[in-house]
Nanobody, 124 residues
Framework: QVQLVESGGGLAQTGDSLRLSCAAS????????MAWFRQAPGKEREFVAS????????YYADSVKGRFTISRDNAKNTGYLQMNSLKPEDTAVYYC?????????????????WGQGTQVTVSS
């Protein structure tokens, strides 16, 4: 099993930056990709970004493209989400996810392992 622990959320103002981290631990599964999803109050969970662990190929939702950057440090088993130019509509609980399957990486159903979530609140 793989355990994921997010950190780095908090309060920000429009235009600010935050960096989220996702530390992975445990054994038994090979992680092929990590991703970030978010869920705002009253809305469904949505895809933010994903990254393949071996190649660093990344995918982004259109809403964050150019502002957010996903990265990973394989030596530390940690993934990151650098969020720049934050907007109030970025306010949500952000979840880190990991998968041992290279399927549709923007779909939450692909991911078997999830963190507990970290709140990001952006004020105007």
């Amino acid at each position: 099993q793989v355990q994921l622990v997010e950190s780095g959320g908090g309060l920000a103002q429009t235009g600010d930056s935050l960096r989220l981290s996702c530390a992975a631990s445990g054994r038994g599964s090979i992680i092929y990709a990590m991703a970030w999803f978010r869920q705002a109050p009253g809305k469904e969970r949505e895809f933010v970004a994903s990254i393949r662990m071996s190649s660093s190929i990344a995918y982004y939702a259109d809403s964050v493209k150019g502002r957010f950057t996903i990265s990973r440090d394989n030596a530390k088993n940690t993934g990151y989400l650098q969020m720049n130019s934050l907007k109030p509509e970025d306010t949500a609980v952000y979840y880190c996810a990991a998968t041992s399957k290279l399927l549709q990486l923007n779909s939450s159903s692909t991911y078997s392992f999830w963190g507990q979530g970290t709140q990001v609140t952006v004020s105007s």
